[in-house]
């Protein structure tokens, strides 16, 4: 049992993957992860609408080593190493993604097969890596 009374296994790196939820769960989900002992980091898409400034505010939230590149094989390779935030496991929380999903669809779809990726690389060292995508609640109700 966690700290908050309940546990979403988030602790388990086979359940671990990318998802869209409400922008109301971003908060909930902040702090299960860190309840689970995972890093937790939220990523600002507000007004986020080309790569350039998505590479900028991923770079910035996850405090990545100066020199890194600004392209997405750069950050497919930050992903997968996040040694500089030793952690037993990591959360991603992107505030706002439809913003860039709206105006920037190829960056939007490029950044979930990134995440995919860095999912699958950590699960095989058996460490926890989700991304939780932030959309709006009415984007759910239409799904039903």
């Known amino acids: ?44 898409l507000r007004g986020c609408a080309d790569k350039a400034t998505l590479m900028l505010r991923l770079a910035t939230a996850l405090d990545f080593p100066a020199g890194s590149g600004r392209n997405w094989d750069a950050a497919s390779d930050r992903l997968r190493d996040l040694s500089w935030l030793p952690a037993p496991g990591y959360a991603l929380l992107f505030d706002a993604a439809a913003e860039l999903r709206d105006a920037d669809e190829t960056s939007f779809d490029t950044l979930l097969e990134i995440l995919d990726e860095a999912v699958s690389d950590w699960a095989r060292r058996e460490i926890p890596f989700w991304a939780f995508l932030a959309l709006p609640e009415d984007e759910f109700e239409q799904a039903e």
Not at 23 to 34: H, K, N, P, Q
């Open 1 to 44: 049992m966690t700290d908050s009374g309940f546990d979403l296994g988030l602790d388990d790196a086979a359940r671990a993957g990318v998802f869209f939820v409400t922008s109301d769960d971003i908060a909930t989900l902040g702090m299960a992860s860190r309840d689970a002992g995972l890093l937790s980091r939220r990523i600002d």
